[in-house]
């Protein structure tokens, strides 16, 4: 199994993802060790490491303290149905999906604006709080409940937009999401930006301005489906064959 080392952790987790869903690697299966798997995929340790993390992250693995890392339950919430499965895998429908996600969080963000309480603010804030905290954590390279945190502060938006269907779908969104988004925001400038715009979002529905928080709102998820597209096509792009 040939791995390009300039972009060997995506490689690596797209692999043992796909072991996963086919069976390779069976549910409640103990996974080798960093370093057989290093050896399975002739790199270093390092990019096997960050691998590991994005997939725990996405749901796929859960490590025991002492013992080791785990093929994880996956559930409806991280695969779905078939047709779960097919836009989690396929990098146009995950740019589609960001596309429907930035309508469907942006109206979100305006309703908040309009309708949230000072209980809805407080909880907005909290959770924005929160998700600073982690994607520090997440940037120093440090265990992290960054993508959870992300979850909750979008949620309460959502929820502050008083549409319980909003807050179904964006749930859901967010799990196909995680994997994906924890590989394209790997560079602390990203992250950096992140906070900026959960700051944002937070600053236009406190201060009840419903355009202000949409158009926000909107620019992050812009900029995340860029994010995911440079990311799909830099994967793309290494995974080609070189000419002799």
Known sequence: MVINRTNACDQVAEEIKNLIVKGSFKVGERLPTETQLAEMFGV???PVREALRAL????FLVTKHGIGT?????SPDILGNEFDTFMFFQDQSLIEIL????LIEGEAARLAAE???EADIARIRES???ARTEILKHREGKDNAFFAADLKFHLAVAEASHNG???????????TLHFHQF????ESVHHDEVMDFHQGILAAIAEHSPVKAANVMESHIRRVEELVAESAKKAKAEQKPRKK
């Open 44 to 46: 270093s340790r390092a």
């Open 183 to 186: 590989l394209s925001l790997r």
């Open 56 to 59: 725990r992250q996405a749901g």
């Open 115 to 117: 309708h949230a309480s």
């Open 70 to 74: 785990f093929v994880n339950v996956v």
């Open 165 to 175: 269907i909003y807050v179904k779908f964006i749930h859901s969104i967010h799990q």
């Open 99 to 102: 596309q429907l996600r930035r």
């Open 128 to 130: 924005e709080a929160f």
